[in-house]
């Protein structure tokens, strides 16, 4: 049985919403829901916050939580996870998952799934998607598509709708072809995690602005599970403000 690390990643200077991890949403801060949705997972030996902003860590620590200061140069949250992992032990962990910082609403089932697909995993990587339902996710850049082979490896992320459909359909894209839409969930076996920090930016990573992509043109492989659940990501201010209501209707 693997031990398996959750790291959630949580910056305060974030560009759209900077303190976001510290927002509040209906009595408690964005960083708290993440953090007690996480700890709902049953595959999760720990789980801990990585952050570079004191103020964050005194937070968590008053919730009763871990977190471990990291470097505040980090391009990203892979990096961020690989230090956490290695300031906390990374002797006693055969993997981690990274955990979005910025998703409230996240359940503990999805992390057991991003973990069974782990386990599945021959490259050592894994992520989750689900079916896409509405077609304007398909034309929104901010909803990132995956196409995967037949055994559930990524073979592409984009912004853009893949696959094109060559014959437009007559009713509905996603009715004529099983779209999937990316979970932005990452597990990694700790070796695999140690080679991906290494690897530098590639040219579709750039184009795309995704990091996965320079995972996949460095030749590793990302097994790709399926979640029935919705994931909502808070990045600009009316996000905020969408995610208070859902708390509130909750």
């Not at 505040?72 to 955990?99: K, L, P, Q, Y």
């Not at 991906?196 to 184009?207: N, T, W, Y």
Request: hydrophobic share 45%.
């Amino acid at each position: 049985m693997l031990r398996i690390l959750g790291v959630i990643p949580a910056r305060y200077a974030s560009t759209r919403l900077p303190g976001k991890a510290l927002a509040d949403i209906n009595g408690k801060s964005m960083v708290q829901r993440v953090l007690e949705q996480a700890a709902s997972a049953k595959d999760l030996a720990e789980v801990i916050v990585a952050t570079d902003d004191e103020r964050i860590k005194a937070h968590v620590e008053d919730l009763g939580g871990v977190a471990v200061m990291t470097s505040s140069a980090h391009s990203s949250g892979t990096d961020r996870c690989f230090e956490a992992m290695r300031v906390h032990g990374a002797d006693r962990f055969d993997a981690v998952v990274n955990i979005q910082g910025d998703e409230p609403f996240l359940v503990g089932a999805q992390l057991d799934e991003l973990c069974a697909a782990l386990r599945a995993a021959a490259g050592g990587i894994a992520t989750l998607a689900h079916v896409v339902s509405d077609d304007k996710d398909l034309d929104d850049p901010g909803e990132v598509k995956i196409t995967t082979d037949v055994h559930m490896d990524a073979l592409y992320f984009s912004r853009a709708a893949i696959p094109h459909l060559h014959v437009p359909p007559a009713g509905a894209r996603h009715a004529a072809f099983r779209y999937l839409k990316h979970i932005g969930l990452y597990a990694y076996r700790k070796e695999v995690l140690a080679d991906l920090v290494k690897l530098a930016p590639s040219s579709l990573e750039r184009a795309e602005s995704l990091e996965q992509l320079r995972w996949l043109e460095h030749g590793f492989k990302v097994r790709v599970g399926l979640s029935e659940h919705r994931s909502f990501c808070v990045d600009t201010p009316a996000d905020l403000e969408m995610a208070r209501r859902m708390a509130k209707e909750a």
